[in-house]
């Protein structure tokens, strides 16, 4: 009987652990809606982001205000380089000083901003899950650069001029 007892603990105690290390591999599942009303399933990686429908792309992130004077200088220079890397880079803009999605479809429009716009209300906890990972303290613009295996590459706060977006799409494109 003792026997019996002492496997089947140590069956329970295996089953257990497993559970564990499944509940603990487990990477975080968001989603975001952009304006368009298009939903980006993103999964949390430990070097990065899978952004389904974005693979192989270089991909920008880049959270900023309608009202901040740096993210406002840095629409038109998004804008060029969407048009001149479009097959190779995707730009996902979060607008987070709280235009609702319908305000933010109207900036949008006036701007002519060519890439994935979302505002903050439809990011779900994505905004929260880039604070943590990246130590991101709501300073905007703040941009997270992904390469085309979806690792972060390279993350700032401030505005970088066009020509060092320019280098950084460069960096981050595969060698061939």
């Not at 982001?49 to 220079?77: Q, R, Y």
Request: with cysteine; glycine share 6%.
């Amino acid at each position: 009987m003792k026997k019996i007892l002492t496997f089947t603990l140590l069956i329970f105690s295996l089953l257990t652990y497993v559970q564990a290390a499944k509940t603990t591999n487990q990477q975080p599942q968001m989603s975001i809606t952009d304006i368009k009303g298009v939903t980006h399933q993103i999964t949390g990686t430990n070097n990065g982001l899978d952004i389904k429908g974005l693979e192989d792309k270089i991909v920008f992130i880049e959270f900023f205000g309608h009202k901040c004077p740096p993210c406002l200088a840095s629409i038109p220079h998004l804008i060029k380089l969407q048009e001149k890397h479009k097959d190779k880079l995707a730009i996902i803009a979060i607008e987070v000083q709280g235009y609702n999605n319908d305000q933010l479809k109207e900036f949008a429009k006036e701007k002519g901003m060519n890439y994935i716009v979302v505002a903050d209300e439809k990011a779900g906890n994505f905004t929260n899950y880039i604070s943590q990972r990246a130590q991101w303290r709501g300073s905007i613009p703040f941009m997270v650069a992904l390469d085309t295996n979806g690792t972060v590459q390279f993350i700032q706060a401030g505005m970088l001029p066009e020509a060092s977006l320019e280098e950084l799409i460069k960096q981050l494109s595969p060698k061939k």
